[in-house]
């Protein structure tokens, strides 16, 4: 290993190690603060308390490392270029890629440790830490109810409003819900106005007694017709005893689908073989379901009589019954629909949970990978970006790290927890927040590659909208007479190429002057031929009575063409807007907001394409001819073609302009 490379990863480490440790312990704190309220007066001792936090750091491992790796990048790599070591580094032949090689040796090999870390070490933190935290729950069993929440205990779920006394054991405002045993939901509430848990270090029964409550429990009709009516049964009481059992919380039975926290107790080969048995069980009880409703019906048990003259099958399908089973089979299939909904209703939430289940282990698989990642995607993104704002210690790079970071933990939760709910698949939810990212890193690391400064503007969006929305007056004027340059106030410089200016004929300098912007010339060269022209005696009057100051039919068709793409631009925005927010609606159909976003958007589309449609008839007039297709035509053979529409334009008009002979 060379010196530079022993003093860069030496630099590095350095920073690494202090920001890990400040992160570390302000995440902690964090943790503290979460579970104080479940902490404090339990009479817990130093020791439970420590091992508490012990079980539950390597959790937060996650989200401190790639902050760290982020931080450490950007203020070392800011601190190097701040105090000119870059520049030095470059004037002796370095490059920044050669100078970050022994560093981004160094972020495979933790990125490698991270998934080893996420792979084995966090999901037996988080087994010990549930198991170690439902001990508590015996020896202290308030600990098993949260406050203001509702808490899964045993066969019940509970909400209180307050909890109080010396070890929070006593209970006002009490709401519980006995969880269903075939899966209909929960058809027994329990509420309470105080209560008192009492449980024993040897039992793992917690015992709650309520006081000054009453008992609600649906009654299920025979008849499905009855249930409109929702029947219920009301038992009043002063003192109720109610058992709950936590021994279900000792232990993390896999294949038991309404332990939801499996996914984040298992290594990648449990995870793989417990998705495989979850997605055979599922697609079992799915089949299952859907021949028991075929056999519901009942109308394999009914035959029809058949007619040996003929074997197509008649128009009318009762036609080969008599009237006695006619109304039999009508009768059978009008409780059987009533059932069936019933049935179908009942059994869908079972399915969405399992769903649920087997997505919420997807994203633990992809969660082992996405850490790894994630520790080389902030590297790519903080050391290019030291480099480029060039500044180190805790000031510019932490506002940096953590808009990036919070942009990353965002993005990651929002996409989790879409793909939990299947509203994305499981593997696009935990890799959007990367997928997001990516392109950033890339280009800060070609622009820092190539000594290119990182300016933030958003011209090259909102310019579009600009000259979309802009007025004729604000366009350029076209008559003559307004476009005389006042050539006093332009200091020029008779430099090589004034020079070169001075030996060509007075038709060349007019026609340097005229056609300008279609040579592709500066307009600087344009003044200089205006001057010495003038030095002959000819002025821009006498330009305009020759009609050769400028090329007015080119400049308007250049001009034309430029607010074109500027419209057609924003109209492509407006159209990838259109199908992002039609499909976010239509998974949030309760959203109305969404509903009206995009309905925005579609009116946006449409005016872009109003807008483009009345560019293209200016091209037309300027060029006598039609260039592309209209994208009014959008409108009648729909959305989807207005894309093809785009390019095609667009290659269309550049041909136009290349062929003019204005």
């Known amino acids: 290993m ?26 902690i704190l964090q943790a503290v603060w979460l579970f104080i309220a479940e902490l404090t007066g339990k009479d817990l001792d130093f020791v439970m308390i420590l091992k508490f936090l012990l079980f539950y750091i390597p959790s937060i491992i996650p989200m ?11 203020m070392t790599f800011g601190d190097l270029s701040e105090h000119y070591e870059f520049a030095a580094m470059k004037s002796s032949g370095v490059s920044l890629m050669r100078a970050m090689r022994s ?29 170690f935290k439902a001990n508590i729950a015996q020896v202290k069993p308030a600990m098993a109810i949260a406050e203001g929440q509702f808490s899964d205990v045993g066969t019940y779920i509970i909400k209180v409003e307050k909890k109080y006394g010396p070890n929070g054991n006593k209970l006002s405002g009490i709401t519980i819900h006995k969880k269903p045993i075939n899966g209909f939901g929960s058809t027994t509430l329990i509420k309470a106005k105080s209560g008192e848990l009492i449980s024993s270090p040897d039992s793992k029964v917690i015992q709650l007694v309520l006081h000054d409550g009453a008992q609600f429990e649906d009654i299920i ?30 232990k993390v039975d896999t294949n038991n689908d309404k332990v939801t926290n499996t996914s984040n107790m298992l290594k990648l080969s449990e995870l793989t073989y417990t998705l495989d048995s979850l997605n055979k069980d599922y697609k079992k009880e799915m089949n299952s379901f859907s021949e028991n409703i075929h056999v519901r019906t009942g109308i394999m048990n009914i035959r029809p009589e058949k007619d040996s003259s003929t074997t197509a099958i008649p128009k009318d399908l009762l036609s080969g019954f008599d009237n006695t089973k006619k109304l039999k089979f009508i009768d059978v299939a009008k409780s059987n629909v009533g059932t069936t909904k019933f049935t179908i209703a009942g059994s869908k939430d079972d399915f969405e949970m399992k769903q649920k289940n087997i997505n919420s282990h997807w994203l633990s698989v992809y969660d082992k990978f996405v850490i790894a990642f994630a520790c080389i995607l902030m590297f790519f993104i903080g050391a290019p970006l030291g480099a480029i704002i060039r500044k180190g210690g805790l000031g510019l790079p932490i506002v940096f790290a953590i808009l990036i970071f919070i942009t990353f933990h965002f993005v990651n939760t929002f996409g989790k927890k879409l793909g939990q709910e299947n509203g994305i698949t499981p593997f696009l939810g935990a890799w959007m927040s990367t997928i997001i990212l990516s392109p950033l890193a890339i280009l800060l690391t070609y622009r820092a590659k190539n ?22 007056k604000n366009r350029p004027s076209f008559v003559p007479e307004d476009r005389v340059i ?8 008779q ?29 600087m060269r344009r003044v200089k031929a205006l001057k010495i022209l003038e030095t002959r005696n000819i002025t821009q009057a006498d330009l305009i009575q020759q009609e050769k100051l400028f090329n007015t039919k080119y400049e308007q068709l250049i001009e034309a063409s430029e607010v074109y793409n500027a419209n057609s631009g924003m109209t492509l925005i407006a159209y990838f807007l259109v199908f992002i927010m039609l499909f976010v609606a239509k998974n949030n159909p309760s959203k109305i907001v969404l509903v009206v976003l995009a309905a925005a958007m579609l009116i946006g589309f449409y005016i872009g394409i109003f807008k483009t449609g009345k560019r293209l008839e200016e091209i037309k007039d300027i060029t006598g001819k039609r260039v592309g297709i209209y994208p009014w035509l959008a409108t009648i053979l729909g959305i989807p073609f207005y894309i093809i529409f785009h390019f095609y334009n667009r290659r269309a008009l550049r041909e136009a302009i290349s062929e003019s002979s204005l």
Do not use: C, H
């Not at 030496?10 to 992160?23: D, G, M, W």
């Not at 040796?105 to 549930?130: C, G």
């Not at 009301?234 to 709950?244: I, P, Q």
């Not at 400064?453 to 007025?471: A, G, H, N």
């Open 486 to 493: 006042n050539l006093d106030t332009i200091n020029t410089i």
């Open 64 to 74: 401190v490392l790639p902050l760290t790796i982020l931080l450490a990048s950007i």
């Open 2 to 27: 060379k010196i530079l490379d022993r003093y860069l990863l030496k630099t590095f480490l350095v920073t690494f190690a202090s920001v890990f440790v400040i992160l570390f312990f302000i995440f």
């Open 103 to 131: 560093l981004i040796y160094f972020i495979f090999l933790l990125s490698i440790a991270a998934f080893i870390f996420a792979n084995n070490i966090i999901p037996y933190s988080q087994y010990k830490f549930i198991n």
């Open 451 to 472: 000594d290119l400064q990182m300016t933030i503007s958003f011209d090259w969006l909102t310019e579009p909208f600009i000259k979309m929305f802009q007025r004729n």
């Open 221 to 250: 009709p025979k008849k499905y017709t009855e249930s409109q009516k929702m029947p219920f049964a009301k038992t009043t009481f002063k003192k109720y005893n109610l058992n709950m059992d936590l021994s279900k919380l000792d």
């Open 495 to 523: 430099d090589e190429e004034w020079r070169d200016l001075q030996k060509m004929s007075d038709d060349a300098l007019i026609e340097t002057v005229y056609d300008y912007k279609k040579f592709g010339f500066a307009p």
